[in-house]
T-cell receptor, first 117, second 114 residues
Framework: DADVTQTPRNRITKTGKRIMLECSQT?????MYWYRQDPGLGLRLIYY???????NKGEISDGYSVSRQAQAKFSLSLESAIPNQTALYFC????????????????FGPGTRLTVL | AQSVTQPDIHITVSEGASLELRCNYS??????LFWYVQSPGQGLQLLLK??????LVQGIKGFEAEFKRSQSSFNLRKPSVHWSDAAEYFC????????????FGTGTRLQVTL
C-alpha cells in the first residue's frame, strides 16, 4: 500500500464550485504539505503544516484553504474554483528528527489532476 | 530568498549515452539539495539528496550528483542512460537544517532515443 495517498486522482469541476482534495499518510510523519504543479513552473508550495495545530501559508495560498484533521490527514479546499486553478496537486510529508537531519526528506503522493471548466 | 534554476527545459540523449542535468541554486547559507524524478502520470520520487559531508552523492537507479559550492551547482549525472530513465527531473533546495519549504526548479524533461 502507498504511504501517501491522495483522493480523488482526477476531478473535473465547474467555475464557482467548492472542491476538497484529501491527503492521507501512513508514514507517521508530523509535517505535511500541499503543492501545485503547472507546466514550465515546477512545483509551488500552497500550504504546509508542521503538526495538527500548526498551519502556514506557502507562496501561493490565495484562493485555497486547508484543514489538518489529524496527524495523518491534510485536506486542501478550493472555496470557489476558477479555471486558473487547473493544475496537478501534490501532497507531501516529511519528518525532521532533530538528532539526524539527514532523515528530513519530503515524500510525495501520486497527485490529483484538477480541471476547472 | 532561495531559488533554483534548471537551465535545460528539454534534453534528448541516446540510450547508453551519458547524462548530465544542470541545477544552479541561490541560497545564502549551506543548502539542502535534492533531485526528484517524475515519471509520466506519477508522483515525485526522491533520487538523492545532499545535506553535508562528501560532495559527491550517490542515489538510486545509478544516479549521482556533485555539490559544488563555488559554482552554486548540484548537477545530476548518470554514466549510461536507459530508456526507462525518460521522465521529468526536478532539482530542489531547502533551508539549511531542514528540508521543509522546498523551492523547486522548473524541471528538465529527459527524452531517451533507442
Amino acid at each position: 500500500d502507498a504511504d501517501v495517498t491522495q483522493t480523488p486522482r482526477n476531478r473535473i469541476t465547474k467555475t464557482g464550485k467548492r472542491i476538497m482534495l484529501e491527503c492521507s499518510q501512513t508514514k507517521g510523519h508530523d509535517r505535511m504539505y500541499w503543492y501545485r504543479q503547472d507546466p514550465g513552473l515546477g512545483l509551488r508550495l500552497i500550504y504546509y503544516s508542521f503538526d495538527v495545530k500548526d498551519i502556514n501559508k506557502g507562496e501561493i495560498s490565495d484562493g485555497y484553504s486547508v484543514s489538518r484533521q489529524a496527524q495523518a490527514k491534510f485536506s486542501l479546499s478550493l472555496e470557489s474554483a476558477i479555471p486558473n486553478q487547473t493544475a496537478l496537486y501534490f501532497c507531501a510529508t516529511s519528518d525532521l528528527m532533530r538528532q539526524d537531519s539527514s532523515t528530513d526528506t519530503q515524500y510525495f503522493g501520486p497527485g490529483t489532476r484538477l480541471t476547472v471548466l | 530568498a532561495q531559488s533554483v534554476t534548471q537551465p535545460d527545459i528539454h534534453i534528448t540523449v541516446s540510450e547508453g549515452a551519458s547524462l548530465e542535468l544542470r541545477c544552479n541554486y541561490s541560497y545564502g547559507a549551506t543548502p539542502y539539495l535534492f533531485w526528484y524524478v517524475q515519471s509520466p502520470g506519477q508522483g515525485l520520487q526522491l533520487l538523492l539528496k545532499y545535506f553535508s559531508g562528501d560532495t559527491l552523492v550517490q542515489g538510486i537507479k545509478g544516479f549521482e550528483a556533485e555539490f559544488k559550492r563555488s559554482q552554486s551547482s548540484f548537477n545530476l549525472r548518470k554514466p549510461s542512460v536507459h530508456w526507462s530513465d525518460a521522465a521529468e527531473y526536478f532539482c530542489a533546495v531547502g533551508r539549511s537544517g531542514t528540508a521543509s519549504k522546498l523551492t523547486f526548479g522548473t524541471g528538465t524533461r529527459l527524452q531517451v532515443t533507442l
